[in-house]
């Protein structure tokens, strides 16, 4: 792709370029690499929703596995953020679109499209992943981006809420009876297993949330029956070394977002229970 220049600009002292494959990746920094098409069919879904049992407003578990195509492309040239006296900021980014299906009945589950975006060297925070949901949720997660030698260290997480010190005895029981080989107390255990036997040689760390500076934005229906409260995600972008020598790239994740709805059994008045909506894959680059 050949350098191109916008002939008039509104800027008198940036023009806007889009540049050859090479220099854009270049300018993308830690997220160079999601640049492409990525497939899995073995990601897992645990999400409890809303549900009545009889005259009783309660809870249903929904735990499936899925299969997952995501489309990663360069947004193309720097992006300004004017600063005045405090300088300006040059954001580089990708754009991205992500299709799910049911692994076992092929039902479309889940579409979304967003960007990643890397700040530049030495800003804090380094990156951000922006999402739109047809829920009607919109995300802005914000976070850092470190790279090592070798393999992840991927850390248990549980999907088990914390509904209150007088939860009824065996309230949680159908996150323990739940199939697929679905383990509640560590839902990133298929993570963890994936690259038990692998030689990785490169990790790229993407570890964003809305806590701290970003946020979520939900439809009415939404906020007032099963409010979307706060997001958090965790990208490992692999290089894998296979015996022969040659190199492919795998991408893991691991993201929950905090789903608020029932009264806590027993905790503060007015609290409710914080229901984690977890999910784990591990997609190739094709």
Same mark, same amino acid.
């Given at each position: 792709m050949s350098e191109q220049l916008v002939s008039t600009s509104l800027s008198p002292d940036?023009?806007?370029?889009?540049?050859?494959?090479?220099?854009?990746?270049?300018?993308? +920094? /830690?997220?160079? !690499?999601?640049?492409?098409?990525?497939?899995?069919? %073995?990601?897992?879904?645990?999400? =409890? $929703?809303?549900?009545?049992?009889?005259?009783?407003?309660?809870?249903?578990?929904?735990?499936?596995?899925?299969?997952?195509?995501?489309?990663?492309?360069?947004?193309?040239?720097?992006?300004?953020?004017?600063? +005045? /006296?405090?300088? !300006?900021?040059?954001?580089?980014?990708?754009?991205? %679109?992500?299709?799910?299906?049911? =692994? $076992?009945?092929n039902e479309p589950l889940h579409a979304e499209n967003g960007m990643w975006l890397y700040m530049g060297e030495g800003q804090d925070p380094a990156v951000a992943r922006l999402a739109s949901i047809p829920h009607g949720d919109a995300v802005l997660a914000i976070g850092d981006a470190t790279t090592i030698g070798g393999s992840p260290s991927i850390d248990d997480r549980s999907a088990i809420p914390i509904s209150g010190p007088d939860t009824p005895l065996g309230y949680a029981d159908p996150y323990q009876a739940a199939g697929f080989g679905f383990d509640a107390s560590n839902v990133t255990a298929p993570l963890q297993e994936v690259i038990q036997n692998q030689q990785i040689v490169e990790t790229t760390t993407l570890t964003v949330t809305t806590d701290g500076g970003g946020g979520i934005s939900?439809?009415?229906?939404?906020?007032?029956?099963?409010?979307?409260?706060?997001?958090?995600?965790?990208?490992w972008i692999e290089t894998v070394q296979v015996p022969n020598g040659t190199e492919y790239m795998q991408l893991q994740y691991f993201q929950q977002t905090n789903i608020d709805f029932l009264p806590t059994f027993g905790g503060p008045p007015g609290s409710l229970i914080v229901w984690p909506h977890t999910n784990v894959a591990t997609l190739v680059k094709q």
């Open positions: 940036f023009t806007r370029l889009g540049g050859s494959a090479a220099t854009t990746a270049s300018n993308l +920094g /830690p997220i160079a !690499d999601l640049v492409g098409t990525w497939f899995s069919h %073995d990601g897992m879904e645990v999400m =409890a $929703v809303p549900a009545m049992s009889g005259d009783t407003e309660s809870f249903r578990l929904i735990v499936r596995p899925y299969i997952e195509s995501l489309t990663v492309t360069p947004i193309g040239a720097p992006v300004p953020n004017r600063g +005045g /006296p405090a300088g !300006d900021m040059f954001v580089n980014g990708v754009m991205y %679109d992500i299709r799910i299906a049911d =692994a $076992v009945t939900n439809i009415p229906f939404v906020s007032k029956n099963a409010n979307a409260t706060s997001f958090t995600c965790v990208f």
